[in-house]
């Protein structure tokens, strides 16, 4: 695959050339490369020729990975270092020795800020009120295509509000989700490229994310993943030490009600929303998130209820309750355990396929161990600022953390069974519940 960039009008514009091996690779992904200029708007931040020529490869990199067949052809000369680095975690394709010896690899040392991939979602709130006073939160900005159901109202009003109690936040308007049909992120941590591309010029030392247990540990999944002997930490650890930032995850020791619980209790609670479809403030209450967390919200104390029934006779959340596992099934089986089902009968034919007998108290705590995914000068006050809203994980919590594996149940009767009617559930919904 060849790439390219160029600098024109305050944006960087980057273009991908695809050669045979990539077609064929491509063939068998589940999403497919658009050939499209990808833009990052920087805004009059920094001139876009002023960025090091090492942020702009790994940000190709991350644009371009899963469709990359045997050769990438980086858009401009990189330091050695870097070359060394991204390629000892890059396997499947070589990347064109395109090195410059004059040119000096990225290495920070000491008086730099940690930045915060922010999206204005719970998970990424609560990464933000346990993290220093002085982070920096960039948003990735989403153009807003004919025919989206994108609303980028709620983000843009919590990144103002978070600016006007005095936080730098960075705001970056890119396309780069139109790099693939379905639309969405190349790569997992692709919404770092805004933040990586000013990185330098806002002196950050480390980058974080909102990544929970649930995503980062299996937890909800199927099986337990040791997240720090995994692919996923060494490659992207690796990619970004290779540019000077440090990649932290202070929240992936908390589960989603753990971030629901630190939303609740911490004054940046308020700027958080998760619905990326309704207004500030107004939820469009018809997605698998609103669902989700509505349902989340009530089993911990809140007002509501009323809108289950009418978020269960949208499309979109069958399918996702239809899933076997449902996604962040934990989560839906926590709340469950904690709503008198006899108040909501049409919510039974979700626990009856469900393991409602496992103790999930360890949702409520944090994982210690996960304080190694944080960069070492920050794990005191970030630790500090984690216990002051939620306990710390027993052994025995932790055991069922390590140990977690839902595919005895997932191969039971019950699980079986319980998914049959479900399905067949959706067919007479509104006729039982009007």
Sequence with gaps: MKSSVEFRDGKILMKFENENADRLLQSDLPFKMNEIEIFFDLDGKIKPHEV????????????????????LSLPVPVSEEF??????????????????SEISNINKTGGSFPGLAFSGGADSSAALAIMPSETIPIFLNRPIAKGSSYN?????????????????????????????????????????????????????????????????????????????????????????DSVGIELSMPVIGVSEIGTAIIGEKSPLGHYSQSCIRGGWGKPCMRCWKCFRKELLAFSLGGVGGQNFLDMMKTNEVQKKLSEFPISHENVVAYALQRIE??????LKPIADKLDMSIDLSLLETWYPGSIDFVPSKNRHGIREKIIEYLPIMNPTQENVLKTWDMRPHLDSEKARRGQEKLTSFWQDLSIRFG
Aim: aromatic share 12%; proline share 6%; hydrophobic share 40%.
């Design 52 to 71: 090091h020529p090492d942020l702009l490869a790994l940000s190709t990199i991350l644009l371009c990975n899963p469709f990359v067949g045997e050769e």
């Design 152 to 240: 980028s109202e709620a983000p843009l009003e919590i990144c103002k509000e978070l600016s006007d109690v005095g936080y730098d936040v960075q705001v970056i308007s890119t396309n780069l989700e139109y790099i693939r049909t379905p639309v969405g992120f190349p790569t997992d941590l692709a919404n770092a490229i805004p933040a990586i591309l000013l990185s330098e010029y806002l002196n950050l030392d480390s980058l974080a994310f909102g990544t929970i247990m649930e995503s980062g540990f299996g937890l909800g999944h199927s099986k337990f993943i040791d997240y720090g002997r995994g692919a996923h930490w060494r490659f992207y650890s690796t990619l970004f």
């Design 341 to 346: 089902l006899s108040d909501f009968p049409y």
């Design 83 to 100: 070359h060394k680095k991204a390629q000892s975690v890059i396997s499947r394709y070589k990347l064109t020795p395109n090195t410059n």
